[in-house]
């Protein structure tokens, strides 16, 4: 875990004891996420289109490579490190869940939320990818993007007030956004039963 306080932000990625140059501009990793999400590209393509966001072209994809790119995409430098889990008596899968956030459909808000909270107009902006992240978890409860995620990831069996829990699934629909699953999403959801 790095501390974005003093530390500088990473400009490459290190895999396979090799240094790789990466993009950071903000933008393009928006357009990295529209490629992980996009489901008419396979997954052996979306691995090769995946090194675009190094300056410099590996010899080979590994899957060091790629998970180190992952790992940038998802700013887990930035992450505090958690506990491991000490309860081994349940290794399963959890079930997939439900999106809480879509940088494409939510890119309206986004924008707003970082024009009134910081004076940032993203749409002019030069930005490192894990400022914008930084910045984003910071948003305020209140803001359009926390509000949103949320309405969209609030388990309603935990509200025990009937009024509320309407209430609150309302806004949850309301909110919600258009996610598919896959045979292997079903397959988990159903306890890989089908």
């Known amino acids: 875990m790095i501390n974005a306080l003093y530390e500088p932000l990473p400009e490459s990625i290190t895999a396979d004891g090799i240094k790789y140059p990466i993009i950071t501009d903000f933008r393009e990793w928006f357009r990295f996420a529209d490629l992980v999400e996009d489901n008419e590209i396979s997954k052996r393509d979306k691995l090769y289109l995946m090194i675009q966001w190094l300056l410099k072209p590996p010899e080979r994809i590994t899957d060091e490579l790629i998970y180190a790119i992952l790992d940038f ?57 894990w400022r914008f992240r930084l910045l984003f978890s910071a948003l305020p409860a209140e803001s359009q993007m926390m509000t949103r995620i949320g309405y969209r990831g609030v388990d309603l069996g935990l509200i025990k007030n009937e009024s509320e829990r309407k209430r609150v699934m309302k806004m949850k629909q309301l909110y919600a956004l258009p996610f598919e699953l896959d045979e292997d999403d079903i397959a988990a959801v159903f306890g890989g039963g089908l």
Do not use: Q
Request: aromatic share 12%; proline share 11%.
């Open 73 to 129: 995409y998802r700013a887990r430098e930035l992450e505090r490190e958690l506990p491991e889990s000490s309860d081994d008596e349940d290794n399963n899968t959890p079930p997939p869940s439900v999106p809480v956030l879509n940088w494409k459909i939510d890119a309206p808000y986004i924008i707003g939320d970082f024009l009134r909270y910081y004076g940032i107009d993203l749409l002019n902006a030069e930005m490192h990818w």
